[in-house]
């Protein structure tokens, strides 16, 4: 039941993290595809932690996992912000 | 490896077929790497990796039973946005 | 199945090969680095894969511990490299 | 079934390896090939956690993610954007392709004949019975810092050379110019104290469990590139007097624990099971803050300012500008 559960939820996740990268090769300028990454790194992941935090049986790494997802998310952003930054001033350069 | 009757040995294919999903997902994404066109969507190929690379970690503790690799993805987890600030910070050197 | 051993030692070789043709092909520096950093990479696969034993069975530590300071070393090496290439670089300019 | 995953999974993984590793190398575009070869170091680390080694997986994540990407990232700013054009000519190039063809049939049959002979003898039988007397039950901090003790002092001293080479030609790279992100610094400000944390707890952790001085160190100076990084206008001013000591503590106090062990007529560097444990720890402390700072300066790419003593020289040419020449040009003439 309970195993039941945690693969459900892995699954879910995977459902994104397959949807952010096919988003990632599909759409058309740099903004859009930073926004489908966006879904994988923070739903996608979070279900992902979900399911092996619900299989792990050890709380000190239960912890460790939240953790893990709080910095992925915190970092996702900085990051897509930084990248989205870094290309609309190279662009403002080349004009 | 992991101790049980029936149902870990499908927890065990499920979470497998979990792992073939991620690495295919890395590997669409990692195309956008391939292509480019420029640098920011080759970073944010890398982010994708960052990212998926912490779930297969996970998922990768739980089936080999390993405690560390929660350790490993914490890092991955922290540093992911390094790169990234190397990138944004480092270039732009044209003027 | 087919042996994880042989897949991820033979797949160190292919690494081997494959940075080793680009360092002697390339002529700038970074490249060249890149290309060598490829073929240490190579060498560190085909010894932890010899060291892998099976899902079940703890992997030899002897390997991890080299590649472990192989990679500390790889890393100041390409460093060492880099700043080479710098100060070379400054000679020309001047 | 599950075999059949497994199978499935290792032969993706080593396809994706190897691909990226024949574009890293085959690539016309210098930019290009730095990135894919950070994304080949977040996928070895993929393949040494699947290898079962989580200790390399930990310096790898650390040093591919953090380290190497930033330290080519800058470097690339120094080379210019030019394409990487071969230049040697067909017939050298055909020699090249089938001697390193024939290498890698003969290596692979070597790989192949060896797998396939007996086991024989493996070390790690030994290592595991000697592990209750090492001090630690990290089989590989006890490989590296109690049974090959000889090999991490010198691998020290390796990472130690290479930074008085760097230290020795170069003054440090000029810093960036442009304006960074509030948003980068204000990360900055929690992350940095939780990489320091999160290094002390490699190094603590690495007697029992994956970690120990090579990843704690990587990380701090993970924290410290982030810094130089996030804050590049507050000039860092590095005391350097500490900078030169903290450099050579780890060589330095690993001599003096062996040496120490020699006045109890032991041998040199060999541990007594009653003190091993906290002389590793100790080691591995000091060897710790060596390697951070180590590859810090390493990133910097040269001497910070004032490295000289008190004279202000340095200072003075720290901000000579540069200007980048083509090396393909220079090489191509010479």
Known sequence: ?95 | MMTGGASTSILTIALLIALNLLLLSLLIGLFRAWLGPSVEDRFSAILLIGTGGVAILLILAILLQITALYDVALVLALLAVVGTVALTQSESNHD | MISEQLLYSLAGIGLFGIGLRATLLHHMLLPRLLALNVCGAGVFLIFIAIAYGGIDVMADPVPHALVLTGIVVAVSATAMALALGRRLETLNDE | MIELLWSIFDIMLVLLLLALAWTTCSTQDVKRAVTLFIAMGLLLAIVWARLKAPDLALAEAVIGAGISGALLLSAIKDYPVTPMVSHRSRLIEGIINSLTLALTILMSWAVWHGLNMSDGIRLSEQVFSQLPVSGVSNPVTAVLLNYRAYDTLLELAVVLTAVLTVLTLNEKRSDYQGSTSPLLQGMTRWLVPLLVVTSGYLLWVGAHAPGGAFQAGAMLAAAMILLQLAYPSRRAEFNNYLLKILLVIGIFTFVLVGLWMMSRNDDFLAFTPAWAGTLILIIETAATISIASALTLAYLGGRPGGWEGRGSEGKAREDTHRTSRSITENGGAG
Not at chain 1, 42 to 71: Q, S
């Open chain 1, 1 to 95: 039941m309970i195993d039941t559960l945690a693969i459900l939820a892995i699954f879910s996740g995977l459902f994104f993290f397959l949807s952010g990268s096919i988003g990632l090769l599909r759409l058309p300028d740099l903004f859009t595809r930073l926004h489908a990454l966006a879904k994988a790194d923070n739903v996608g992941l979070a279900l992902v932690a979900l399911g092996v935090i619900i299989l792990e049986p050890a709380v000190v790494n239960d912890i460790k996992i939240v953790i893990i997802w709080l910095l992925v998310m915190a970092a996702s952003a900085i990051s897509s912000h930084l990248v989205a930054r870094h290309a609309l001033r190279e662009n403002r350069n080349d004009d």
